[in-house]
């Protein structure tokens, strides 16, 4: 499973991604869970482990742009004054 990586988009409802991320991440730590339970590949194991610190990643952006925005609309306006 390959990840994708989830680019902000003007008006991007910002809960819609974080819902849909920690859905993602939340399915791959379940894979994750059950493969290491039955000794399955270790390069499977270690793929979905990728793929889901990508998706924390990901929520990280997330979270950072909702709290930049509004700093970055407000010294866009002190540099209109």
């Given at each position: 499973m390959g990840a994708q990586r989830v680019?902000?988009?003007?008006?991007?409802?910002?809960?819609s991604?974080?819902?849909q991320l920690l859905v993602k991440l939340g399915v791959l730590n379940r894979r994750i869970e059950a493969l290491e339970q039955g000794n399955s590949a270790s390069?499977?194991?270690?793929?979905?482990?990728?793929?889901?610190l990508i998706f924390s990643r990901e929520l990280d952006e997330v979270r950072c742009s909702i709290a930049t925005?509004?700093?970055a609309a407000l010294l866009g306006g002190l540099m209109k004054s």
């Open positions: 680019w902000r988009v003007a008006g991007t409802d910002y809960q991604q974080i819902d390069s499977t194991v270690e793929n979905l482990k990728a793929s889901a925005e509004p700093l």
